[in-house]
């Protein structure tokens, strides 16, 4: 192996040998896999955010379909946005929302993590005021409502695969060249907003529901050349020399 590889390139031919080896092993022509032990190297994690930039054309082009169509697709697929980057929450959370899940006056919503544990998440007013209008708009449109907040023409509960879909289309019409249009980039847009705000991460850790505090200091670790040239760059002391 050439010693510029990537990990990630390494990793992929670790996987393969392992592969064709077991393949050997299957048919007899050897006895052992000599690959068994191989370990993969680390890889640099990447964390794919959406700018703030990047976030006002994705709302201004949401709110322009909203507006020029009014019809649940566009109204639902506007109030999913602001859900994901308001709250941070999981693909497979969002779309299992239910309206007996969310408190409107206590202002949170309960999700089931990975480990199907129960847990609050805050929401905010205007958040709060956007659910509102597209419950109503579910309960105008069915005259029956689904127990399910997120639901399809024939309300019935949407896939996760629905919402994938609305992001790839989303990622054709925005073409970000360097962002990822999907919901985790949402929930990383989220901690990367709430560290830049002066959010502790002991805080972060408990609204994006991580298990180990290690998995959140990544957003800080992977953020902070980004916050010191902000930082650089916004300095009141910029203005007083």
């Given amino acids: 192996m050439d010693t510029n590889d990537k990990p990630t390139t390494i990793n992929n031919r670790i996987k393969r040998a392992k592969t064709l080896m077991n393949w050997a092993v299957s048919e007899q022509i050897i006895e052992e896999n000599p690959f068994q032990q191989a370990k993969r190297v680390r890889e640099d994690v990447k964390i794919h955010a959406f700018t703030n930039e990047e976030v006002k054309q994705i709302l201004s082009h949401l709110r322009r379909v909203k507006r020029r169509e009014n019809s649940l697709f566009s109204i639902r697929n506007h109030t999913i946005f602001l859900t994901l980057i308001s709250t941070g929450i999981r693909l497979g959370e969002l779309v299992n929302m ?118 959140t200091e990544r957003y800080l670790t992977f953020f902070s050349n980004e916050l010191q040239e902000n930082n650089k760059k916004f300095n009141p002391l910029n203005k007083l020399y």
């Fill in 98 to 215: 239910s309206w007996n899940d969310i408190n409107f006056e206590a202002k949170t919503l309960m999700v089931y993590g990975k480990s199907r544990t129960q847990q609050t998440v805050p929401l905010t007013s205007q958040l709060l005021k956007e659910l509102a209008l597209w419950k109503a708009y579910c309960e105008r449109k069915f005259h029956k409502l689904n127990t399910s907040v997120w639901v399809n023409q024939m309300n019935q509960p949407i896939t996760v695969n629905a919402v994938k879909l609305f992001f790839k289309r989303l990622a054709d019409v925005m073409c970000f060249p360097q962002t990822r249009c999907s919901a985790h980039s949402c929930r990383h847009y989220y901690a990367k907003s709430y560290i830049e705000q002066g959010g502790d991460i002991v805080s972060l850790a408990r609204i994006l529901r991580h298990t180990s505090i290690k998995t």
